[in-house]
C-alpha cells in the first residue's frame, strides 16, 4: 500500500542537491519501527512503517534526515545513456560501443566493442535487450549448475527489474511451482558476483531463511567467497542503475 499524502507540517517531497524527490510511505504489517531509504537510482525516497505509524510524522521523519538522504544522493552515480563511443558493463568489463548505422541491428561483441547498427534513436533499448537475452541464458547456466550441486531439479529462472533486491525466490504458492528471479543488471557485473546471487536463491530453495544450515549449503555449493561478492554489490552495487532507465 502506497499513501501520497501531504503533512499540515511538510510536502510528501524533499529537494537533495536541487531536484525534488517524492518521499514514498510504505506500510507493512511486520514492520516494528520507521526505515528509511533511498532508491537506488535516486529516484525517490521510501519510508517502511508499521500500521500504527502516522503518515506526517513518518514524512516530518524524512525531512528531519535530509542531511542525511542529501549526501546519500551525491554519491549516487549519474544517469548516462548508453551512446555511440559510450562504455557498458558486461560481466565486469567495459565495451565500447561501437555504432554504425548500416551494421545489423542485433549487437555483436567485437574485441572489447560491442558493434550494432539501426536507427540512432534506439540504440539504449537494442542495447538493454541484448544485455537482458545475455543475463537470462547465463541466469540458467548459472541455475543448473548450483541446482546440480545441491542436488535439486531446476527450477524456472526469470528476470527482475527490482530497484532493491537482486535476487528473489518464491515457494511457488498454490501452483506448487518455485521460481527464481535474478535482476538483469547484475549481467554488468564481474562473473563471481553474479553467480553469488543465484547461488543464494537456489540455497533458498531448501532453507527459506538465512539459518546456519542456510550459509552451510551455500557456502558449499558456491565457489567463491561470499564475503567479496557481498562487498563488490555494497561497494559497486548502485553504478549498476547508471546506464539504463
Known sequence: MIDWLKSAAFDPEIELGGVKVPIILRRHKTARRLTLRLAPDGSEVRITLPGWARSDEAIAFAHAR?????????????????????????????????????????????????RLGGPKAGLEGRIKRWLEREALRLYETDLAEYSAAAALAPVPVALSRAQRRWGSCSDGGRSGQAR???????????????????????????????????????????????????????DHGRSLYASFG
Do not use: M
Request: aromatic letters at 8%; a positive charge; glycine letters at 6%.
Open 180 to 234: 527464481i528471479r535474478i535482476n538483469w543488471r547484475l549481467i554488468q557485473a564481474p562473473d563471481y558476483v553474479r553467480r553469488s546471487v543465484v547461488a543464494h536463491e537456489v540455497a533458498h530453495l531448501v532453507h527459506f531463511d538465512h539459518s546456519p544450515a542456510f550459509h552451510a549449503l551455500l557456502g558449499s555449493i558456491y565457489e567463491g567467497e561470499i564475503s567479496a561478492a557481498d562487498r563488490w554489490l555494497k
Open 66 to 114: 535530509r542531511d542525511w538522504l542529501a549526501q546519500q544522493h551525491a554519491r549516487l552515480p549519474r544517469r548516462a545513456a548508453p551512446g555511440p563511443g559510450s562504455i557498458v558493463l558486461f560481466r565486469g568489463e567495459p565495451l565500447r560501443i561501437d555504432w554504425q548505422e548500416r551494421a545489423a541491428r542485433r549487437p555483436a561483441l567485437n574485441e572489447g566493442t560491442l
